[in-house]
């Protein structure tokens, strides 16, 4: 048995996500102290009791989601299950910065900081209402890169998100994505659909970001990962931190490869993926990416108490 750790990326978010861990795991709660003290805010409060639509902020949103997913490291920690078990680390978007903190490549503070400078970066990058994503299902990758090319004419349109074999985001200047969505029912999507997000993420209007991104990357200490990252960008595993860093940079404009990343850990040998923290999104993925490989989710107490007593 080979196991993946995977992390999620924005839109997981919930409210109260992650407090029955700190109520249960002393280890859990400090991640939430460790964070709040990084922001010198109190981001646990407006997890646990805050509105969703601030929580959905995408500069409270990414660092909240990473703080929940390293709760439920630590809490799995606790209960004898490490990294020792796990051949590689992998995240969707915002989730690649949590597994690079699970893995000890930043510390918890600076992934906060780091995620909190991101997603202003990328909420700043593109004037709201510029930009726009839209959900392709029912189209592979290489008939939805065809989509977005035709849908782009002078504008900027690129698929921004390879899911798995029947789901892929497209994103750029709102106008082409709606033009993407005409071209992608005629081509046989099942369904083309705009998404509530704020920016179009990762597409070349994100250049701003990236530029932003790479300053803020040069300020902090990058640590050998103690397990290898299967990165978004190359959706293969790396070690080197300066590679890391430049995959980071170019993650805030290039495509989430989320197949391709699951397919090549199948490839290697990985059996089973462990999705740590809010929500189940990535499991699902998985399971029409890779019908064999066994899914488990790590987000409350009782999803712990299930693996200890299996």
Request: with cysteine; proline share 4%.
């Amino acid at each position: 048995m080979s196991i993946a750790f995977v992390f999620p990326g924005q839109g997981a978010q919930t409210i109260g996500m992650g407090k029955a861990l700190a109520d249960t795991y002393p280890a859990a709660m400090d991640v939430y102290k460790e964070v709040d003290d990084a922001l010198g805010e109190k981001l646990s409060t407006l997890i646990w009791e805050g509105d969703i639509e601030t929580l959905t902020l995408t500069e409270n949103a990414q660092p909240a989601l990473m703080a929940t997913s390293m709760a439920a490291l630590r809490s799995l920690e606790a209960e004898g299950f490490g990294l020792d078990r796990v051949s590689f680390v992998a995240g969707h978007s915002l989730g690649e910065y949590s597994a690079l903190a699970a893995a000890g490549t930043f510390s918890v503070a600076d992934t906060a900081r780091l995620l909190r400078i991101r997603g202003r970066a990328m909420q700043q990058a593109v004037p709201v209402g510029a930009g726009a994503m839209a959900a392709v299902l029912g189209l592979d990758v290489e008939a939805a890169t065809r989509v977005a090319a035709e849908a782009a004419e002078d504008q900027v349109c690129q698929v921004a998100n390879e899911n798995d074999p029947t789901q892929n985001v497209v994103s750029g200047h709102k106008e082409a994505v709606e033009r993407a969505l005409v071209l992608a029912k005629e081509a046989g999507a099942k369904r083309a659909l705009m998404l509530p997000v704020s920016a179009p993420f990762h597409c070349a209007l994100m250049t701003p970001a990236a530029d932003e991104m790479a300053q803020a990357l040069d300020q902090v200490t990058l640590n050998a990962p103690k397990v290898p990252l299967v990165a978004n960008v190359s959706a293969s595993a790396v070690s080197d931190p300066a590679e890391i860093k430049s995959l980071l940079v170019d993650q805030i404009t290039g495509r989430v490869r989320w197949q391709s990343s699951v397919a090549w850990m199948v490839g290697q040998g990985v059996t089973e993926f462990w999705e740590l923290g809010a929500g189940k999104a990535l499991s699902g993925m998985i399971r029409r990416i890779a019908r064999e490989a066994v899914t488990r989710n790590v987000g409350a107490p009782d999803d712990i108490k299930a693996l200890v007593e299996g």
